[in-house]
């Protein structure tokens, strides 16, 4: 615990959730928002945070099976954000940006709301305030440029409406440079899903979890960043199921964890979660499912004849396990033979297994592989296309897969491109648009001249921060639309002009919206109002509306009427696939699962109907040799390690709320969680200063924290650590190998146990 920390901010030993969290509602509560938090929580909208979901038409509270109390933690730091008053004035006009480029993650956020329109000139060291009618002509003339040059990049905590109109605006225009937070962190399970089973999102509902009795739960810390789900993990574990945990870092939410939506059962002992935890080397996750494959097959249990009828590709699979050594699986995963096999065994005996991850499995350079090993072992175990079963990415922002349903992507789908001409009138370029790592590459090379952001902190959010900045820097105009400051309206700078534009958030935008579940389920957003007094707000859909009204008048569809809503979505019943009850929803208020995506039988939207299996590979997982970063200097000692980049506790993608993570013991950012058997090896110790170094920078005086992380891995804060890698992406999705880092740690040796130390 930091020295001003107090016990309430502390942990509860060996638990995760519980009255740390009653202690932050309360804290809420009885802030001067408290009044207007109750009110919002209560608001009939979709929250704020994770795309596990909750709100709606049935009220803040409740899910889509009615279910009351589903509101979390997450949930109220996120709208405490939204709630704070706005900037103070003169803040931008005092504060040069060499000032605003030293502010923190959360330093930035606690500004407070944006509530004018700002820009920031070539040459000037401050912002300044400017009209609506000077930003419209900047944008105007900045997408006038020719298409190709022209890009956006999109955050999930938007609404369907604006994404699709972004889309509809860019490819109208003839760009499909359409870079999105997704190419960031769930694009493997995308890729990965679609090539098996022909769609790319969770087979599985809110009803079909709650009738599977074993959850495989890998690469993800849900406590801390969807812990909605850990209410579905405590009734499951409640009616006798099982859970298994894959993951290097042993989270004390996933051993245990106190929910407030059981008061008497689970909050005050907790409730048991993870039945089994594996710890594999990070970025041996396909290892691991082989071994887990390996062994259904030896014990006699792979479901032959289901794969007969439901899969093809399968033959080579099995083929490919039967050559691949007990050694070489274990080797690759630092995991036994018998732990693996316990594993299988727990499987193939439950009656219904959901296999369910996050980016501990995408964010590496075979994150493809990863999910479709996982999507393997679904299938040899028949564990897909029935109910209480299937494959269930995790996904972060709340909106992140609607984003994907509405046309935000490079990878547009043939029905949906089909749809679009037929709409436009025309054919849709051809030409490949940048996903976010290709838009950063193409900023750099200079071929980008104006960049839209519909949210989000693109600087923030890359790898190699100072590669990002520069390549940012190129950019004529970028054009940042948002809710609050962040580091990246002061890093991510462009050449000639950077504007600032303040947007309503999600409940108090004055038109209804709508939103997209991790669980295709699409929720609708009542109206609301701000509490910023005086200021100068539009909605994200009455902008990019009234710049396509602008920039094409009624060509080739009347855009000055897409300022409605309503007519956005009857838009969208028109060409997306899956979304017809949109267009009658202003009507029905009727929420409605997307159409074709939930397998309660095995048949596929692929050409034959089946899913489509291949063999994974074993991954390549060498580090280099301390010499690779410049080697230890004189009286050093030091390791390499595979440092996970991680959100804290206190965190929601780039956003920092807290500064401290209690449930690790890491009481501020500048530390690195390590193995005490890593620390006794190399002379370093406990609480130690230290310098991280990593392929694209350095960090130096990190505190070191000795952990329950498995040997030869380290874990620092995402997104500081970013300075230290490059972009190690998957080829096949452009996403960055965030969770397996290489970096050198050293520092001066540790004196022996007894020895004077030196002044802290």
């Given amino acids: 615990m930091s020295d001003n920390a107090s016990p309430a901010d502390a942990a509860t030993p060996g638990q995760g959730g519980g009255w740390p969290l009653i202690d932050g509602w309360a804290k809420a509560t009885l802030s001067p928002r408290g009044p207007k938090l109750w009110q919002t929580l209560n608001h009939r909208s979709a929250c704020l945070s994770c795309a596990w979901g909750t709100g709606g038409q049935h009220g803040g509270f409740v899910d889509e099976l009615g279910e009351p109390l589903q509101r979390c933690l997450k949930s109220v730091e996120a709208i405490m954000a939204e709630l704070q008053p706005a900037v103070s004035e003169g803040v931008f006009g005092r504060q040069s940006l060499a000032d605003l480029q030293q502010l923190s993650s959360m330093e930035a956020d606690r500004l407070g709301r944006l509530s004018h329109p700002l820009l920031l000139r070539e040459g000037r060291s401050h912002y300044e305030r400017i009209g609506w009618d000077d930003v419209f002509a900047i944008a105007e003339a900045a997408f006038r440029r020719p298409p190709e040059r022209v890009a956006s990049y ?53 009803e079909s979890l709650q009738q599977a009795d074993c959850v495989v739960l890998v690469g993800s810390n849900a406590p801390a960043n969807h812990p909605r789900l850990m209410n579905e993990l405590i009734k499951l574990r409640q009616r006798g199921g099982t859970v298994i945990v894959i993951n290097p870092v042993i989270e004390v939410g996933l051993l245990k964890f106190g929910s407030p939506a059981f008061p008497i059962r689970s909050m005050l002992a907790g409730s048991e979660i993870a039945s089994l935890f594996l710890q594999p080397v990070p970025g041996s996750d396909t290892a691991v499912f082989l071994g887990l494959q390996k062994a259904l097959l030896e014990a006699g249990v792979v479901k032959r004849d289901f794969l ?69 072992t679904a299938l040899l175990s ?18 992140v897969q609607g984003f994907g349903s509405m046309g935000v992507t490079v990878k547009l789908r043939a029905e949906m491109q089909q749809a679009l001409e037929q709409l436009l009138g025309r054919p849709l370029s051809r030409v ?13 090379a200079g071929r980008v001249d104006s960049l839209l952001c519909l949210g989000g902190n693109l600087w923030g959010a890359n790898p190699d921060s100072g590669e990002a900045k520069r390549a940012l820097g190129r950019i004529d105009t970028i054009l940042y639309l948002a809710t609050k400051p962040n580091q990246g309206h002061f890093h991510g700078l462009a050449a000639r002009q950077t504007l600032v534009l303040p947007v309503f958030n999600r409940f108090e935008t004055p038109h209804r919206t709508t939103t997209e579940s991790g669980n295709n389920y699409v929720r609708l957003n009542e109206p609301g109002t701000t509490h910023l007094r005086g200021a100068d707000l539009i909605s994200e859909v009455a902008f990019l509306a009234e710049l396509a009204r602008r920039r094409m008048g009624s060509d080739p569809i009347d855009w000055g009427r897409l300022q409605d809503p309503a007519y ?44 489509r299996m291949a063999p994974t590979p074993l991954p390549e997982l060498s580090l280099p040799e301390a010499a690779h970063f410049g080697g230890l200097g004189p009286g050093e000692t030091g390791l390499v390690l595979a440092l996970i980049t991680a959100r804290s506790y206190g965190q929601h993608n780039t956003v920092v709320y807290k500064a401290g993570d209690s449930y690790r013991g890491m009481p501020h950012r500048h530390t690195i969680l390590m193995n005490r058997a890593d620390l006794r090896r ?28 498995r040997e030869g891995a380290a874990l620092m804060f995402y997104p500081e650590v970013n300075v230290l890698m490059k972009a190690v992406i998957d080829p096949r999705c452009g996403t960055p190998a965030f969770k397996r880092v290489p970096v050198l740690v050293r520092g001066a040796l540790a004196p022996e146990p007894g020895a004077a130390q030196p002044p802290r």
Avoid: K
């Avoid at 003839?174 to 022909?198: K, M, Q, R």
């Avoid at 648009?433 to 590459?441: K, M, Q, S, V, W």
């Avoid at 230290?690 to 505190?703: I, R, S, W």
């Fill in 154 to 206: 999109s955050s999930g905590r938007s609404s369907n409406e604006a994404a699709y109109l972004l889309q509809l605006l860019l490819r109208a225009m003839g760009s499909n440079n359409l870079a999105d937070c997704s190419d960031l962190c769930h694009a493997p399970s995308t890729v990965g899903l679609n090539a098996i089973f022909g769609s790319g999102t969770s087979m599985v509902s809110l």
């Fill in 308 to 376: 007969a009828a439901h899969a093809e590709g399968w033959e080579a699979l099995l083929e490919q396990l039967e050559v691949t050594t007990w050694e070489a699986i274990t080797a690759s995963c630092g995991l036994s033979r018998q732990e693996l096999e316990h594993a299988a065994a727990v499987i193939a005996a439950a009656r219904g297994v959901v296999f369910a991850w996050a980016m501990g499995i995408t964010h590496h350079a075979n994150g493809i592989d990863n999910v479709q090993a996982i999507a393997n």
């Fill in 382 to 399: 028949g564990n897909v296309g029935r109910p209480g079963a299937g494959t269930m990415p995790i996904r972060g922002h709340s909106n």
């Fill in 432 to 444: 490949p648009g940048y996903d976010t790592r290709a838009l950063i590459e193409a900023a750099a």
């Fill in 568 to 611: 956005v979505r009857e838009l969208i019943g028109r060409t997306v696939p899956g979304y017809g009850p949109i267009a009658r929803i202003d009507a029905t208020r009727q929420e409605f699962s997307v159409e074709g995506r939930l397998f309660e039988r095995p048949h596929f939207p692929t050409p034959s109907g089946r899913a």
């Fill in 682 to 709: 190399c002379g370093l110790a406990a609480h130690q200063r230290v310098t991280v170094q990593g392929e694209a920078g350095a960090l130096e005086g990190v505190e070191i924290i000795p952990g329950e992380i």
